[in-house]
């Protein structure tokens, strides 16, 4: 994949869309990114391209009110190599765990690491909110051993069921220690997972920034709808934002078309959409929010009294597997458990 820093604003403009509000920030991304490509080249292939791939996937979990220029990269780059030096395995790669504007810290570390960055991710081109929302653990794919590490606290847990409890322990790590930590999980020879594994996700985030950028505005929209498939799904004004930073952002925004409501349920990403009491998008398909200038929306940027066009896209055909809508039914079954009155399943 060639990567130069020329390409820098339309790659994040790809990121952000493909996070559906989550994923990271494109602001601080943008920065990262900049100064990474100024350093020297950077390496992002697909699995097929690499001989022999082994490497595990990275992550940071904390509060989304944790600020920008916190030590996340530290904690990846410890965390990465406590399990590469438990494992004794040769990590010469790292695999994406999500597609959205925090790939510039994957990006990043692969360079300060001297590894390759695999073009693809565990999520299918999308950010999700929730860890074990993922293609390994869609396959039966052990999530063990884990290195877990934040300021002060340093651990190799072996002994964990499945990625929901791992995402159980993770989570309530990060709430105990009140404080961002950095996680490196399925230390895998990646060939062996090479059809399980969406592919070229990185790079259809730099072709949808190239090919939207080119596009807007005198095309409008047209361009996401014609080679992504992507529809208009509402056009309103942002009446209310009600959302509350903890472990997530999470919590509603309603929209006025002057003729109907719009809700929206956030955590981190934009989840599902209602008109009035019918559900019309709700993930894993991406529901994408975009000002009056075409910029898309992070659900932490909405602010009330902005003019917004919501945009639905079709989700990667790995969530249309039977196991995945097992575990969709469960995801939404938590917010439910969460969100009694709100019929959404």
């Known amino acids: 994949m060639l990567f130069d820093e020329?390409?820098?604003?339309?790659?994040?403009?790809?990121?952000?869309?493909?996070?559906?509000?989550?994923?990271?920030?494109?602001?601080?991304?943008?920065?990262?990114?900049?100064?990474?490509?100024?350093?020297?080249?950077?390496?992002?292939?697909?699995?097929?391209?690499?001989?022999?791939?082994?490497?595990?996937?990275?992550?940071?979990?904390?509060?989304?009110?944790?600020?920008?220029?916190?030590?996340?990269?530290?904690?990846?780059?410890?965390?990465?190599?406590?399990?590469?030096?438990?494992?004794?395995?040769?990590?010469?790669?790292?695999?994406?765990?999500?597609?959205?504007?925090?790939?510039?810290?994957?990006?990043?570390?692969?360079?300060?690491?001297?590894?390759?960055?695999?073009?693809?991710?565990?999520?299918?081109?999308?950010?999700?909110?929730?860890?074990?929302?993922?293609?390994?653990?869609?396959?039966?794919?052990?999530?063990?051993?884990?290195?877990?590490?934040?300021?002060?606290?340093?651990?190799?847990?072996?002994d964990v069921k499945d990625d929901i409890a791992a995402e159980a322990i993770i989570r309530g790590i990060a709430g105990d220690l009140k404080s961002l930590i950095g996680v490196a999980d399925h230390p895998l020879p990646l060939k062996k997972y090479v059809d399980i594994l969406p592919s070229g996700t990185i790079s259809l985030a730099l072709d949808m920034g190239n090919d939207f950028t080119d596009s807007y505005p005198d095309s409008g929209y047209e361009i996401l709808k014609s080679k992504y498939d992507c529809k208009v799904i509402f056009e309103g004004i942002i009446t209310s934002v009600d959302t509350t930073s903890g472990g997530f952002l999470t919590g509603s925004i309603t929209l006025n078309s002057g003729e109907a409501d719009l809700s929206i349920f956030v955590l981190n990403e934009f989840i599902y959409a209602k008109l009035g009491k019918k559900v019309v998008a709700k993930f894993p398909d991406l529901i994408c929010l975009f000002n009056k200038n075409g910029k898309c929306l992070t659900s932490s940027e909405l602010r009330k009294g902005g003019a917004v066009t919501v945009m639905l896209m079709p989700c990667n055909p790995v969530w249309n597997t039977g196991s995945a809508r097992k575990l969709n039914k469960k995801f939404f079954g938590e917010i439910q458990l969460n969100n009694p009155l709100d019929q959404v399943v």
């Open 6 to 158: 020329e390409l820098v604003d339309r790659f994040i403009v790809g990121l952000t869309i493909l996070g559906g509000g989550g994923g990271g920030n494109p602001k601080a991304a943008r920065a990262l990114l900049k100064k990474t490509l100024s350093k020297g080249e950077i390496d992002i292939r697909r699995v097929n391209e690499l001989k022999a791939p082994i490497g595990p996937s990275v992550y940071p979990v904390g509060s989304s009110a944790i600020p920008a220029g916190s030590n996340e990269d530290a904690l990846l780059e410890k965390a990465f190599l406590n399990l590469q030096s438990f494992t004794g395995l040769a990590f010469n790669s790292i695999v994406p765990v999500e597609i959205g504007p925090d790939v510039a810290n994957y990006i990043a570390l692969s360079q300060r690491l001297g590894v390759t960055l695999i073009d693809g991710d565990l999520t299918g081109g999308r950010a999700a909110p929730k860890v074990y929302q993922n293609v390994y653990f869609m396959n039966n794919i052990p999530i063990a051993p884990m290195a877990v590490v934040a300021k002060g606290f340093d651990r190799i847990i072996t």
